[in-house]
């Protein structure tokens, strides 16, 4: 560029671009930076954490003030279910004998006998027991027993010995083959 041509005007002009671009970098900037007030909010969530503060406070007293009951003292809580043959007969429309694992939907007499072999023999047992080692017992049962669903059984062995026996009518009647 030849300094010699370059006149005042391109100066000025230069440099009016130039305060123009400072001016409105400037306004848009501080239209940007404008500070919120959010001390409203602050006490808001102040008061919020001193409440869940307090009700934590609360749960962890309660938590630390409880006793663990004496192992004899659920003993009796089980003891208090016992075995009604005429409910179970009225609303099963079968004879139901206490323990029997055939009423469980997709039970039968070979699965039940597989079942007492590996000393699973009462409802509450069976009620207890995982899936996956129901699944282990037909399993070693051979390939014939592969069709059966046993994610039901525990859950019913439980109505069974919780004397839940409308309830367990109703799932069956609901569910197909004892299917979930």
Known sequence: MDFSTVTIGYWILTVLIG???????????????????NSGNLVLFEKEIAKLQTDLDACKARLSSQIEPPVESVVPVVALVSFDATTAKAVMGKTVKEDDLKIIEGIGPKIEEMFRNAGIS??????????????????????????????????????CFEGKWVELARWQDEHDHGKL
């Open 19 to 37: 305060a123009l671009c400072a001016y409105f970098g400037y306004r848009y900037g501080k239209g940007k930076n404008t500070s919120v007030d």
């Open 122 to 159: 009462t409802w509450k047992s069976l009620s207890e027991t995982a899936v996956a080692q129901c699944q282990e017992i037909l399993r070693e049962g051979g390939s014939r027993f592969k069709v059966h669903d046993p994610a039901s059984w525990p859950m019913q062995a439980k109505m």
